[in-house]
């Protein structure tokens, strides 16, 4: 009886220390994410530089929510993620028993030759909204009734003879002095019965008024239904050329498709143009004829600032932001360091990784998905909405409750739910949280003034 006793004994407590394992892993993923909210916000909104204004948000909140989780080293982790799109910006440890006060670096502004943001809201991404952000002294290029920032052509490749094959798209590029986009060639082939697969060059080597070969390569599987070849450019701003398209297999040594553009018969014949706002001419030279892709809406200007800009500004901000972590961000840089500094490897292989990041709006069964949402609903709230109040509201503790429920939220409604409970405490009656594709229900009532009365 007695040994039966310690073996029960042995047995609870090794279901509490298995429980309390749980917990603390848990509790350390919750903190690992709020970290992460913090940087993210803050090199989102008021990092000026250029890098990080031309990164897809959402796909690097995916991709930074997968890699934070799964690290060992936070410190390690964070700045391979922001360093290339910030490049100045530092994370470093401190001394757990060393005292760590919020710095405010207050900087004089030259108000033609320093970047930084403006805010009037959130109004990032937004072309005449009440809510307005603005890059000063800096170009950018407005496209309204764009729907979208992509373009370029792409062509139907036929299947006969390239299943279990290696095939390889080349393809070469030249950006303009204007161009601010990502250019990529992309394979994409369609399985039967399973979603599209893109192969694609994103992230490689480039470099502006010169040509770039750019090359992606993959095998064809047996069961392929359809192949898709792309030259694609993401972008507001600019033109870029395109020339030497070759699609080939077994090592390039034969040609499936081989394009060079020399009149415009080539263009509407062989290829389909695609984007909003776009424009593609063949022009030649003495030399060569190739293809030029231009925006063609939307002045590139300078951004006229919001507000007045004051004599001096907070030019960084160095703070804690999580056990041991301190961030060091400036906010204001020169007109030379928020230059792009480079398409070298660590920027191009994080916008490889960038845009290899599957994101469908609807899965909400993506526990990645759920985390960027909140992310970027908590930092709204924190940066943007003056009812806020800090004083009464444990706005880090919000963030760590809707994380822990959105682990088990499945559905739409229960993910939507989450975020509506996250932001409930700051009782602001102008604040909603929906999905693009939910419709306004109202009550089935009219009423208007009948001889005086209500009716």
Not at 37 to 51: I, L, R
Not at 97 to 106: A, T, W
Not at 349 to 362: E, F, G, K, P, Q
Not at 384 to 399: R, S, V, Y
Request: glycine share 4%.
């Amino acid at each position: 009886m007695f040994r039966n006793y310690y073996n029960l004994v042995i047995f609870l407590l090794l279901i509490l220390c298995s429980c309390n394992n749980q917990t603390s892993k848990s509790q350390t993923e919750r903190e690992k994410l709020l970290v992460l909210a913090k940087v993210y916000g803050y090199v989102k909104y008021f990092h000026p530089s250029d890098e990080a204004s031309n990164i897809d948000w959402d796909s690097f909140g995916i991709l930074a929510s997968q890699r934070v989780l799964e690290s060992e080293d936070l410190k390690s982790t964070l700045n391979e993620l922001f360093r290339p799109i910030a490049p100045q910006m530092k994370i470093n440890r401190f001394k757990q028993d060393s005292q760590v006060s919020k710095v405010v670096d207050i900087v004089a502004i030259d108000s033609l030759q320093h970047v930084f943001w403006q805010h009037i809201g959130h109004g990032q991404g937004r072309v005449g909204a009440i809510y307005k952000s603005a890059r000063l002294n800096k170009k950018a290029r407005v496209l309204p009734n764009s729907t979208n920032d992509y373009g370029g052509i792409r062509k139907d490749i036929p299947i006969d003879g390239l299943k279990g094959r290696k095939i390889t798209l080349n393809a070469s590029l030249r950006p303009n002095s204007d161009y601010n986009g990502r250019p990529s060639v992309r394979i994409h082939l369609k399985r039967k019965n399973q979603p599209w697969e893109e192969i694609h060059s994103s992230g490689q080597p480039l470099t502006v008024n010169s040509w770039n070969h750019h090359a992606v390569s993959t095998s064809v599987p047996e069961d392929i239904e359809l192949i898709t070849i792309h030259i694609w450019s993401i972008g507001l701003a600019g033109s870029i050329d395109i020339d030497g398209i070759n699609l080939a297999y077994d090592d390039q040594n034969k040609s499936v498709l081989r394009c060079e553009f020399d009149n415009s018969k080539t263009l509407e014949e062989a290829w389909n143009p695609w984007g909003d706002n776009q424009k593609f001419n063949i022009t030649n030279t003495k030399n060569n004829s190739f293809l030029k892709v231009s925006r063609t809406k939307g002045d590139l200007k300078a951004i006229e600032p919001l507000f007045k800009i004051p004599n001096t500004v907070q030019g960084r901000i160095r703070e804690k932001i999580g056990e041991h972590l301190l961030v060091d961000i400036p906010l204001v840089l020169s007109k030379e360091n928020s230059k792009r500094q480079t398409y070298g490897k660590e920027y191009g292989d994080l916008i490889h990784a960038i845009d290899s990041v599957s994101l469908t709006n609807n899965d909400f069964s993506n526990i990645h998905l759920r985390n960027v949402n909140i992310i970027k609903v908590w930092n709204t709230m924190k940066h943007f909405n003056p009812n806020l109040n800090p004083d009464q509201i444990d706005w880090d503790n919000q963030f760590l409750k809707a994380i822990r429920k959105s682990k088990k939220d499945i559905t739409r409604e229960d993910h939507l739910n989450t975020l509506k409970m996250m932001v409930a405490p700051i009782k602001d009656s102008h604040l909603a949280i929906y999905h693009f594709s939910d419709k306004d229900h109202f009550p089935p009532l009219m009423w208007e003034m009948v001889e005086g009365n209500l009716v």
